[in-house]
């Protein structure tokens, strides 16, 4: 399967990802996780311990929805691959989810334990549930849980009860978005580290 | 018209443009949009939906000063293109349209809904209109309508009452300014966005 | 003298300078003047109306030092020009003046007309006068006086009580300072923006 | 010594590293200092005087751990090398030191004279010490003593006290870290810079 165009085109398309927005400081030291689907049962995600702004094919791994690595053989899914699986398996139509760790949405995700609401940006339309901007949506915060497992199962269980969420941070951590495409998720990335940039900028002003 | 050596030499100034000004930061996900004008009755403007750090001739439309769609008959103009068509109707020595959606002026644009005034900058004899930077400018907040032909009406109304403004805030949505040529409006952007980098700073030091 | 190496080696300094300066978004619109010494009589000094990242020989005048235009004879040499000349006719081993205009300079030298001044950074050491850190210097600022020949007077004047004066603001308006060579007045340049920034920073933080 | 593989191989690593560091802006002018070690005994360190975004052979210096100048005979090793030196000299497996001066590191080493705590960021788990991020590091802040021999006998002293210490921040000068290759040192300033940046912006949000 790692020799499959698929398999290529999707990490190639990653790679871009990662130099685009490590250019932009939203991936310090190794920070960061990405994927993107590869069929049905199937993604491919980055393994740990790279600089996101240089990656290959070599720093990439292929599990299924189960979580089960297919290959290489001598590589080991981080416990961050579950943050990955559970938006797949809730939507056959998403194909790629992308984690990053800007220090404005590491500042907001610390101080806003109970989440952050967005509205009045333009850029709010990039989000497909978002019609107007007067609209707004909810961002959750999740507290930095080591057991990441436990994490994930938190996120599922708020995804269950809000679907139409278009991303969270974790405190400490950073941001998770996803959409249909490698490119479009870019997109996204974009959309909302521009609002938290907004947000950290608003908070700085004097009344 | 799509042929034309004018299209082809503006196209190409846009996407320059559009490279130059997203280096900076102030053109996240896919905003911005950018126009010139081809001759006394016709404008090439972006189409929605590319980023706009890597723009080619296939995502330009051509649009009349009435707002009809001239090529390619597959695109569609977005509302924006009001925006900019107001201008070139206004002015024919008017050359290009250039929107910008940094966060300094869009955190500027939400917090003041009475407009900005920006004097004692040396960059101010980058716009036209001022002679001594002691004089200073008033840049217009409008509120963000998701009409956008309603929106491009009171701009052409303000205009109307101060035909001589060098660009103007829409609230949570950017900047827009022009000029005579794509070259110099890219001027009177840096000129803008520098001074609002500044009006942030000077709003975030304590007294 | 438009043909001679010595020329041609400055212009390619004072170039290379202006791209390094300005992917710092120090030299915004067409904002920045520079200049270096050619011999004991004449200096290369930059003309307005460019883009300081992308200067060429045919962005530079050549003056000697009474003001006097020598080369290209369609040229005029701006006002600011005496702000470069009052600084080689004080110092026969100066080489090089760069003005630059970076929105911590500009928001700096708006709030603090009495000047301001630097301690206790280890970058001061890159400032000849300045042997350890905990000394400090003083970094005036002259008002942004439209008539350039009165400012620049006001800045031979001070110049004369204080001669081993590093750098200093004009309001609103940005940073002038000055070396032996090109390259060491750029290593200057960037250690006045660094303090700079670092002095924003500090107003900024909450006691 | 100069000519062997291993004097190659670090200098080329050393001088990636400072086009690395300087593009992110955390080595105006020619501050910085970098190290790498070649053998039980000898270490290559980075000689004062050129920008560190443009670093060759010719800048760096051959030292033992005792300080003597192995090569070239024409250079002086600065004081600041015994900053480095006193870190390979406890530790055998160490192979490289990097220090960088970013500007959100010297006004946080200028406000706290007492030291840093980070705890709750994720990055955290670059630096081997720390196992969940609850955890949390002390940086301690040292003086800047003009005497810098007396200041690498204080940080000397320090590290004997908390052998596990990461890095440290010299008041007014920036950050020293540690690692066992330049490029997990890398990762470590990445790792401290990113912290350094999140506590700036936290101290100028409004409660």
Same mark, same amino acid.
């Given at each position: ?9 999707? +990490?190639?398309?990653? =790679? &871009? =990802? %990662?130099?685009?927005? @490590?250019?932009?400081?939203? !991936?310090?030291?190794?920070? %960061? ?8 049962? $199937?993604?491919?995600v980055s393994a740990p311990g ?11 791994i292929i599990v299924?929805?189960?979580g089960n690595l297919l290959s290489p053989a001598e590589r080991t899914p981080s416990p961050e691959t579950?943050? #990955?699986?559970?938006? *797949?398996?809730?939507?056959? &139509?998403?194909?790629?989810?992308? $984690?990053? #760790?800007?220090?404005? @949405? ?7 334990? %109970? ?6 940006? /333009?850029? !709010?339309?990039?989000?497909?549930? +978002?019609?107007?901007?007067? /609209? ?8 930095? &849980? ?10 599922? &269980? ?9 991303? *969270?941070?974790?405190?400490?951590? %950073? ?15 974009? =959309? ?9 900028? =608003?908070?700085?002003? #004097?009344?």
């Amino acid at each position: 399967m790692e020799n499959s165009l698929e398999f290529k085109a999707q +990490v190639s398309l990653l =790679a &871009d =990802a %990662g130099a685009r927005l @490590a250019a932009r400081g939203w !991936l310090p030291a190794r920070a %960061g996780h990405f994927s993107a689907r590869l069929d049905d049962r $199937h993604i491919v995600v980055s393994a740990p311990g790279r600089q996101k702004d240089m990656l290959d094919e070599n720093d990439f791994i292929i599990v299924d929805l189960e979580g089960n690595l297919l290959s290489p053989a001598e590589r080991t899914p981080s416990p961050e691959t579950f943050l #990955h699986i559970i938006m *797949y398996r809730r939507d056959k &139509d998403l194909g790629a989810v992308l $984690h990053t #760790h800007s220090a404005n @949405a590491t500042v907001l995700s610390r101080q806003l334990p %109970g989440g952050l609401h967005l509205s009045d940006y /333009e850029v !709010l339309r990039e989000l497909p549930v +978002v019609q107007y901007p007067a /609209e707004g949506i909810d961002v959750p915060v999740f507290a930095n &849980d080591p057991n990441v497992q436990q994490l994930a199962a938190q996120v599922d &269980d708020r995804m269950s009860r809000q679907p139409d969420l278009a991303g *969270y941070l974790i405190a400490g951590h %950073g941001l998770y978005t996803w959409s249909h495409t490698v490119e479009t998720a870019i997109q996204r990335v974009e =959309a909302f580290e521009f609002m938290f940039e907004c947000e950290i900028l =608003a908070r700085q002003l #004097h009344p």
